[in-house]
């Protein structure tokens, strides 16, 4: 998404939320950029500013810099009001109010994103079972099984992390996948 049309859509998010909620801290928050890759989005409580990263914010779709835009003034909402700091019952509640769909993904919006890598299972009928993401390539897993699973022994790979969810959402073909396993 691009950064104006971020900036729009913060300013959209907080009108919308400051609707619902009489939240006069709220009203002087802006937004800001970083460029960290560790973490999409940072809310502050200690000065009016929600943070996002610039680079995470440049490669995700609008849907998602959104879901992270409410999940940054829900914290704020959840501190000022209720005096929630973390993922807690208020936060979720008012994350699912400001309209975001679900609000129990609360890693989402602070950790996330470098996990480059899917670990896969290819499986006896071919189809790809996501077992973990990492963020970096994973060695000798031509040797490796799940643990209790043997079956699994030189059947897992490591898949782009974007093209696994191309492959979840059908919309790309296992044979167009370049499985990995060194
Ligand atoms: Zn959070």
């Not at 970083?34 to 809310?43: I, V």
């Not at 290819?122 to 079956?151: A, C, G, T, V």
């Amino acid at each position: 998404m691009k950064l104006s049309e971020a900036f729009e859509t913060f300013y959209n998010e907080k009108e919308k939320a400051l609707k619902v909620y009489n939240c006069k801290q709220l009203e002087n928050y802006k937004l800001t950029w970083n460029n960290r890759k560790s973490s999409f989005g940072l809310a502050y409580f200690s000065k009016p500013e929600i943070q996002l990263s610039r680079p995470l914010t440049l490669t995700h779709s609008t849907e998602h810099v959104t879901d992270t835009i409410r999940h940054e003034i829900a914290h704020v909402i959840a501190f000022f009001i209720y005096g929630d700091r973390g993922h807690g019952k208020y936060w979720k509640e008012v994350l699912l109010k400001l309209g975001n769909k679900e609000a129990n993904r609360t890693g989402k919006a602070e950790v996330l994103l470098d996990r480059k890598w899917t670990l896969v299972y290819l499986d006896e009928r071919n189809q790809l079972i996501k077992i973990s993401m990492h963020s970096r390539k994973l060695k000798n897993l031509s040797s490796r099984y799940i643990k209790n699973n043997k079956k699994t022994l030189g059947r897992l790979y490591l898949v782009l992390t974007k093209d696994f969810k191309l492959y979840e959402a059908n919309k790309l073909n296992i044979s167009n996948i370049n499985l990995y396993q060194d």
